[in-house]
């Protein structure tokens, strides 16, 4: 009996919803990076405990994204995204009802840190489910768009946000104003996980092209049949190294100008690091798109490894402001782009393993090389935590520069093992 095919309007609804979660566990992960002096005053604690708030989201992620992929392969994106929202809306508002307590706060930013390769890892997987395969690397560029938005939103709104709870003419953050930020971002997280709940769906009654109608492997056999394409193989080396490094260069970008003779702390950094994600937010709009259209991802991902090296050689070698942060824009803009087509490249190169299986061990490479890259930095670097978050504390700049050549070569890798990938054989259909 033949299978019909047909695609329905409602895959954006469901992609909206799942967009708008994957924005919010974002913007739940990194709200403390942007007042974290603040913090460590108000809560009594080191800068330790507070990076541990953002840290909780990569170390938890090494334990549970197995798990996570599991339910949402066995179970469907109703169930599994369900728990990672039901986390989110729920212990984004215990963090901000209790945010006067760390200790409280810091079980809430794990138990959303539990969340979030629940939502994370079934990026593809709602676009495989909802999607016709020409649609699938822009379905998962706009999660990946979400996710950036949800950052800045963060990285931008988190103090003022907060300011606006101060009595008139105060200046400095209170516990009080810190406490209505974080409830603001509570009802945030509550209104996208019932919006989620409510209108998300697990699959259409029809599926969108004729690869959906291929047998599908459980997890565990996904695994295995993983690890015997080479394509795969290459492709997990080529992001063990990728987000290892943005994680490295996007945790240390203060770190990296004060090496250059920038005031630690300074609003250089921050303009480095808000053109990346902006320049990275543009990236991830026009190239997914493009490599629907014409129907390639090797060679978009070759563009994409040719294009962020001269950025990363200017993060490298430059000294002086402009040149920096139009390096910054060209690194963000070609490294941003580059992610959603992945995740869509595996899902295809991969079939029919689970997609949300492998995508989670592409995030978990990167987790893992981030991890790595970070502690080497601060051993290698010889960098204080708590210099770092409290600059008046900095003992003079710290030159990254052997890293970041270090990062170049690694880039070079990356050029190469994407050009010994092959074509997706889906999108040849």
């Known amino acids: 009996m033949s299978t019909s095919f047909k695609t329905y309007p409602y895959r954006w609804v469901v992609l909206v919803v799942f967009a708008l979660l994957n924005g919010v566990i974002q913007l739940d992960w990194i709200t403390f990076a942007p007042i974290t002096v603040d913090s460590m005053s108000l809560y009594g604690v080191s800068a330790f405990w507070i990076v541990l708030l953002s840290m909780s989201f990569m170390l938890v992620y090494i334990f549970v994204s197995f798990p996570a992929s599991y339910i949402i392969d066995k179970y469907g994106i109703r169930v599994g995204v369900g728990i990672g929202a039901l986390l989110t809306g729920v212990f984004g508002y215990v963090r901000g009802a209790y945010g006067h307590s760390y200790t409280l706060v810091c079980v809430s930013q794990f138990a959303l840190a539990t969340a979030q390769p629940f939502i994370m890892n079934a990026i593809t997987k709602v676009a495989a489910e909802w999607f016709p395969i020409n649609e699938r690397a822009t379905a998962s560029g706009i999660t990946a768009l979400s996710q950036f938005v949800g950052i800045i939103v963060a990285m931008a709104l988190t103090r003022p946000l907060a300011a606006m709870f101060l009595p008139p003419g105060e200046t400095a953050l209170t516990m009080e104003a810190v406490r209505s930020m974080l409830m603001v971002y509570g009802i ?16 259409p009654p029809t599926p969108p092209c004729s690869d959906e ?5 459980g997890i565990f056999d996904g695994i295995r049949h993983l690890f015997r394409q080479k394509d795969m193989i290459l492709l997990l080396v080529l992001f063990f190294i990728g987000l290892g490094m943005f994680n490295a260069i996007t945790t240390y970008v203060d770190l ?16 480095v690091g808000a053109v990346m994600m902006v320049a990275g937010i543009l990236g991830a709009v026009a190239i997914p798109p493009l490599s629907d259209r014409f129907r390639k991802r090797k060679l978009f991902l ?35 782009a580059a992610a959603p087509i992945g995740y869509q490249y595996a899902a295809e190169v991969s079939h029919p393993a689970p997609e949300s299986t492998s995508q989670g061990l592409i995030v978990l490479s990167g987790q893992i090389s981030g991890t790595i890259f970070i502690t080497a930095m601060a051993l290698g670097g010889n960098v204080s935590i708590d210099a770092f978050a409290d600059a008046t504390k900095a003992s003079g700049a710290v030159s990254l520069t052997p890293f970041m050549i ?24």
């Open 406 to 429: 270090g990062f170049i070569v690694l880039a070079l890798i990356n050029l190469a093992l994407s050009a010994m990938m092959k074509e997706s054989r889906l999108v040849k259909k």
């Open 213 to 217: 109608d291929a047998e599908r492997y």
């Open 256 to 271: 990296l100008l004060n090496g250059k003779g920038f005031a630690p702390g300074g609003n250089e950094a921050g303009d």
């Open 188 to 203: 945030v997280s509550v209104a996208a996980a019932v919006l989620f709940i409510l209108l998300a769906r697990d699959k």
């Open 302 to 336: 070759i563009i994409c490894m040719a294009g962020l090296l001269p950025g990363l050689a200017g993060l490298t070698f430059f000294t002086t402001y402009v040149p920096l942060v139009v390096s910054s824009g060209l690194f963000g803009f070609f490294f941003m």
